[in-house]
């Protein structure tokens, strides 16, 4: 089994999902009490420390993973000055573990507004440390859950990506076959919410925009600037 590190551990689904990939987490990093003890309950014989500025990474695991805090990035916060700020800066802790355990390989990943309040400092850094990197954007529905959800992922590689290769398969899925697939999903999302019409699914989504009419949407959105007037989406289940 590949060794793997989780920084900014939360609920562990980093490590919940590399384990379906082979892989085995030997350290948790968490700083919020209760997730420890939900990370404790399903991973009893993994180490957890608690504060990612007081941790030390072994040296040589295979990959290194982490989502740190969006707090400072994210859109929802108007005022964020960035990946400078007091919650968002654990980046730079999260460089520091990388350049002390130097993993094979790291996986980053935050919110979409880290293209605009952090990325040139994120891919500068890894440079500076010896690592190449690639990046790209998924978004949730295109995994088949019902939420726009658009995230940055970044890897990183030690000693750099060699020539011609592509690791996150942005030219398969630029094709135009990955491209129809994609415009399948996004038809799978509508649906005919008239009086007497049929739902395609067992999800819907619907806002109430400040009056007795609603919107269907087909999916859910994450957070909107009219959230604190309006009712949000509504969840309609079978």
Known sequence: MKDHIDLFSGIGCFSYGLEQAGFQTTDFVEYEKHLRSLLRKHWPNT???????????????????????????????????????????????????????????????NVFGLLQRGMGTVLQDLA???????????????????????????????????????????NRRSSNASRSQAESVDRGFEGDFEKGGNVKGPTAFFTRQRSDQYIECGLSGTLAKRDWKSYTDLVLQD
């Not at 990046?135 to 019902?146: F, L, N, R």
């Open 128 to 170: 500076q440390i010896g690592y190449d990197a690639a990046w790209t954007i998924i978004d949730s529905k295109y995994s088949g859950v019902p939420q726009r959800r658009r995230r940055v992922y970044i890897l990183g590689v030690r000693n750099g990506i060699p020539n011609g290769a592509d690791p996150l398969e942005n």
């Open 47 to 109: 180490h957890i420390h608690e504060d990612v500025r007081e941790y030390h990474p072994r040296n040589g695991a295979f990959l290194m993973s982490g989502g740190f805090p969006c707090t400072d990035i994210s859109v929802a916060n108007p005022r964020g000055v960035g990946i400078s700020g007091q919650h968002s800066g654990l980046w730079k802790e999260f460089k520091r573990c990388i350049q002390e355990g130097q993993p094979r390989y790291v996986l980053i990943e």
